[in-house]
């Protein structure tokens, strides 16, 4: 054992023996911690609760992630939000979503209130070393960014959901690059690579991982394992389960599981077991209709089945192993618990929204108030208190008994019924969500502190006949570019004036070669031939499992537009053409700045 874990567990067990003693609370905020434990918070995409062995799924076999519950803590009620951005932005923050800016999940609407303290500045500040490696989804450019919200290091996509899940363009601190292999095993593999360089310093490793989230992607080797199986626990309710959507999302499933293996076992191989807190969970329900204990909804609902998902959290040799907890929870919790849980108090760290679990971890009975749990989305709020779930349209749920929400109890509890009811009214009054119609927000590019900006298709407008490539922005491209009265713009605010080197990320098809490109800022502008043409097919289908939803994807071509001078201010950045031949045009995914001198 290193001197580091010796330190560290003389300290937690002198804590516990003290406050057993003394009959204090059993808890580590109230001491200093010399040597503050290493955390590794891992984040699947759309797993529902039911997607694991450890909640009783025969389908598929996930031995890595159940271990975290066996040698550590489960919840068997925990809550997040009902999709990808508002779940990420209350992890991260301990503030409800609603507070936070956050209304969409593209186009801007995903953005977190950058004035929001994450669990990532904190523990910078500490002294600790951070990094995130995945599926961001709370804002692109700086200082949204993640390299702005605390993070050293960040390597993935900072959009929702992606195109492409074998070698696909990613970046790495604003730099665009090109994946290595299956995305998940990529960003896994930059995670242990993150742990072997700080092993002997404390760290926070979040690995946003994007999966199982469509399209549905994932390895032969994985796949093979499913394809030819019969599915023994199925969906229970009166919709359709797709079987080829649910055995690829359970393939998915245990390539997440082979890769939680590969980061226990590098803890075990450096002795930093039992100086890490590892913590799983996922963002949101299922998000088609598959086995999940029986539950109402799925993702996008703020029923039960869209809004629990598992929490473990291992400490070796701290926390009890195999301890379950029925208290219910909520990924508010996670920045507040983790704080206390590193000897910080909680209190110097201004207000939250989630509450300090541990206590639930230490005492074996602690004092433990009844509390609401708010859900929301799309204008629909729900409330989950310790017994009862007032769903969005004001029904009453006896959630010990009806985890499928079958019988109103409404008139028979009409009193609780009524209290929640304005707990909610009261709880959407002091809040007051954002939404798109009331987000005047521009794109910011140039931010003083960040040399790179993207400006995806994503977030800008198309006009004239231009078209998106999908209805669902996250990963899409402009196309459609036919006549040279059309633009495409993005409402920008440009932070820091000065010159900016401009990257175009293009596809033209042939006898377009010297077509012209335009890009306007207020005053100041600058036109480039291009002298290639570039016309690759489009890809992706190649490796989906089962038809998706998103847009396919293209290996769009950079090219170097030269250098803008753009002043302070927020007007419109806007791409024309001329000189175009055959009325077939140009492909746009997106525009990369770089400060220059």
């Not at 990532?120 to 804002?139: F, R, V």
């Not at 029923?303 to 291992?314: A, C, K, L, M, S």
């Not at 679990?357 to 108030?369: G, I, R, S």
């Not at 201010?569 to 220059?596: A, C, H, I, Q, Y």
């Amino acid at each position: 054992m290193n001197s580091r874990i010796f330190l560290k567990t003389f300290v937690v067990l002198f804590i516990m023996i003290s406050c057993k003693e003394s009959g204090s609370k059993t808890t580590i905020e109230d001491n200093s911690i010399q040597t503050p434990p290493n955390i590794i918070l891992i984040m699947a995409d759309d797993q529902g609760w039911g997607d694991l062995g450890h909640s009783g799924n025969t389908n598929l076999s996930t031995p890595n992630i159940d271990a975290l519950a066996q040698n550590g803590v489960s919840f068997t009620h925990f809550f997040v939000q009902p999709v990808c951005s508002p779940t990420r932005a209350e992890l991260l923050t301990g503030k409800y979503f609603t507070r936070l800016g956050i209304h969409g999940t593209s186009a801007g609407g995903e953005r977190m209130d950058p004035s929001a303290t994450t669990l990532a500045e904190i523990l910078k500040k500490e002294g600790y070393k951070t990094a995130a490696y995945g599926k961001w989804h709370n804002g692109m450019q700086a200082p949204y960014h993640p390299n702005a919200q605390g993070f050293d290091d960040f390597y993935g996509f900072a959009s929702g959901h992606w195109g492409n899940y074998f070698s696909p363009m990613l970046e790495h601190n604003g730099q665009l690059v090109k994946g290595n292999g299956y995305l998940v095993d990529d960003l896994t593999q930059h995670g242990l690579e993150f742990i072997e360089k700080n092993k002997e310093n404390p760290f926070f490793l979040y690995l946003p991982l994007n999966t199982p989230h469509s399209p549905m992607q994932v390895p032969d080797a994985y796949w093979n394992r499913f394809k030819d199986k019969e599915l023994a626990m199925t969906y229970q309710g009166e919709e359709n389960e797709d079987k080829q959507i649910t055995t690829a999302a359970l393939a998915m499933v245990e390539n997440i599981d082979g890769n939680v293996g590969k980061i226990t076992q590098k803890l075990r191989d450096l002795e930093l077991e039992e100086n890490t807190i590892v913590i799983y969970l996922s963002d949101n329900g299922p998000s088609d209709w598959r086995w999940n204990g029986g539950m109402r909804g799925k993702k996008g609902s703020t029923d039960e089945g869209g809004v629990r998902t598992p929490f473990f959290i291992q400490w070796k040799n701290t926390l009890t192993a195999g301890t379950e907890i029925t208290e219910i929870a909520s990924v508010l919790d996670v920045l507040p618990t983790l704080l206390s849980m590193i000897g910080l108090s909680t209190k110097q760290m201004g207000s939250f929204d989630g509450k300090n679990l541990q206590p639930l971890f230490f005492q074996d009975n602690p004092v433990w108030q009844d509390r609401m749990i708010f859900n929301h989305w799309n204008g629909r709020t729900s409330i989950r208190t310790q017994k009862y779930r007032l769903d969005s349209e004001e029904r009453l749920y006896d959630m010990t008994t009806d985890y499928g929400q079958t019988k109103d109890v409404s008139k028979t509890f009409p009193t609780i019924k009524d209290s929640l009811v304005k707990a909610k009214q009261e709880w959407l009054n002091n809040i007051v969500p954002m939404t798109k119609a009331t987000d005047n927000r521009p794109f910011t590019l140039g931010h003083p502190d960040y040399a790179y900006t993207q400006l995806p298709a994503r977030d800008g407008i198309g006009h004239g006949k231009i078209k998106r490539s999908n209805r669902y922005p996250n990963n899409t491209f402009f196309t459609n570019w036919t006549r040279e009265q059309d633009s495409i713009s993005w409402d920008v605010e440009v932070l820091e004036k000065g010159n900016y080197k401009t990257t175009l990320y293009y596809t033209l098809p042939q006898q377009e070669e010297g077509l012209v490109v335009h890009l306007i800022n207020g005053k100041n502008n600058l036109s480039t031939i291009i002298p290639i043409a570039h016309d690759p097919p489009l890809m992706g289908m190649e490796d989906d499992r089962t038809p998706r939803m998103e847009s396919y994807v293209k290996d769009f071509r950079p090219i170097d537009l030269g250098t803008i001078f753009l002043q302070r201010g927020r007007r419109p950045m806007v791409l024309k053409t001329s000189n175009n031949k055959s009325g077939r045009g140009l492909d746009v995914r997106l525009l990369l700045f770089e400060r220059v001198e």
